[in-house]
């Protein structure tokens, strides 16, 4: 290569290196400049003939229950860092309200566990952040690292007009790094119903030694199957919460059995009136739940092994 080609490859290589380092100073000072503005940002949401009930106000996971009480521990099980609040109140009308609270969750995983856990089937979907749904006038929205919710005292046509243009001020403004969820992907597409996926830090299907764990619905045989998915730290951590597993069925089911399905390892665990069928995949820890015809529950749990990459 020629002086002066060389130089140019090092002039590019320069220029790549200096607009990653320029691209991540910006977006680390654009997250800064949110939350240190974030409440004035939220005080210039206040709908026309509309004003702010108190102040906009902002929670730690220290003090989260003084807003919340009852329901903190739930986001605090999903690790949040903040929650910013603001109630709104008609000028003309002060019983009527709308209720802002924008959650800062640390993960874009963490924020889609609290969107899925308080989803309901059958609302309305939106096309605001990465999901988002309206229920009367109420608006619940995932994007990135957040989780937003603006509650309406009435179901009025108003209220949801108004509700819909504050949530897109907020989603507009709240930032998105990009990063993926994980399990969204992970779990096998075909035969997933729609909007079903649902993430747990902690106590997936009611047992505590079930972390970082998705479940999704499944369409089989015309009968819906429960799906999980977990993903560990290795592979030894998988096979200590499949024993952990194995022993929850024999205490509190009818006993197990272990089965092989050419490379498919699984047992079974008849719960009583149901099946749940188990299986390792790397560091990976998966099956289905709550199955009551057995060969059913056994394969679907081969098809989902068999579309599964090893982690």
């Known amino acids: ?29 654009r997250q800064l400049i949110a939350n240190q503005s974030l409440p004035e940002i939220v005080t210039g949401f206040t709908p026309q003939g509309w004003q702010i009930f108190d102040e906009v106000k902002q929670f730690t996971p220290e003090n989260l229950y003084e807003q919340i009480n009852g329901r903190a521990s739930f986001f605090l099980a999903y690790d949040m860092i903040r929650m910013t609040y603001v109630s709104f109140v008609n000028s003309d009308k002060a019983s009527q309200f709308i209720n802002l609270s924008i959650y800062n969750m640390a993960t874009p995983t963490n924020a889609f566990g609290v969107f899925s856990a308080e989803r309901s089937q059958g609302d309305s979907p939106l096309d605001l ?25 009435e179901a009025t046509d108003e209220f949801q007009r108004i509700g819909m243009h504050l949530a897109r001020k907020v989603t507009d403004f709240l930032l998105d790094s990009g990063e993926q969820v994980w399990g969204l992907t992970a779990l096998p597409l075909t035969d997933r119903m729609p909007e079903s996926v649902q993430y747990f830090k902690v106590d997936a299907m009611g047992l505590d030694f079930m972390r970082n764990t998705y479940t999704a619905t499944y369409h089989k045989a015309n009968t819906l199957v429960t799906a999980f998915l977990s993903r560990q730290d290795s592979a030894e951590s998988a096979r200590a919460t499949m024993a952990q597993y194995a022993k929850y069925a024999k205490k509190y089911g009818k006993g197990i059995d272990r089965l092989k399905a050419g490379r498919v390892e699984l047992v079974s665990c008849d719960m009583g009136e149901s099946y749940d069928i188990v ?31 090893s982690e």
């Not at 290589?13 to 380092?21: E, T």
């Not at 006038?137 to 005292?153: H, M, T």
């Not at 059913?296 to 599964?308: K, T």
Request: aromatic share 14%; glycine share 8%; charged share 20%.
């Open 1 to 29: 290569m020629t002086p002066a080609g060389i130089f140019k490859r090092r002039l590019s290589s320069g220029l790549l290196a200096f607009m990653v380092v320029a691209l991540m100073v910006i977006w680390s000072n």
């Open 129 to 153: 952040g990465r999901a988002s749904y309206r229920a009367d006038a109420n608006y619940f929205v995932w994007k990135g690292q957040y989780y937003i919710q603006i509650i309406s005292s």
């Open 279 to 309: 299986y390792q995949k790397g560091r990976l820890i998966g099956g289905v739940s709550y199955v009551e015809d057995r060969d059913l529950a056994i394969r679907v749990a081969i098809e989902m092994w068999e579309n599964l990459r």
